[in-house]
């Protein structure tokens, strides 16, 4: 099984992709987590958040093909660690790759919302999209530490 973060909007600070990357290396190999960038919508004075959102859709499904999508939305469902961790165990279980989906500033688009096998919240806070990466890559790790009875989580 492979994670995959789907995430709009690219050229990130390097902390943010160094993060990322750290978590990822702590994941071991047969579950592997990878981060994939999709463009934003070109946003000028003349368009509108709707056609923008529709746009990345556009692009998230494309890139999201027939992998297990969870969509990271405010609106979604709150899990706690060792929530995450059961469903980590049933993704495991599964076999089918599982991709995270990170919408640009306005949003996902109902396309892609509509597509989410699940909705997840991370927080009711509005966090910043370049900082949900490595929330997100931090909580897989976590879970997956959890389902090893590894030391790293401490509840």
Known sequence: MKLNILAVGSKMPRWVNEGVEEYSRRLPRDIPLQLSEIPAARRGKTGQPEQWMQEEGQRILTAAGNQHMVALEVTGRSWSTEQLAQQMQQWLAGGKDVCFV???PDGLSKACLDRADQSWSLSALTLPHPLVR???AEQL?????VLQNHPYHRA
């Open 102 to 104: 990170i919408g640009g």
């Open 134 to 136: 490595i929330v997100l």
């Open 141 to 145: 790790y976590r879970a997956w530490t």
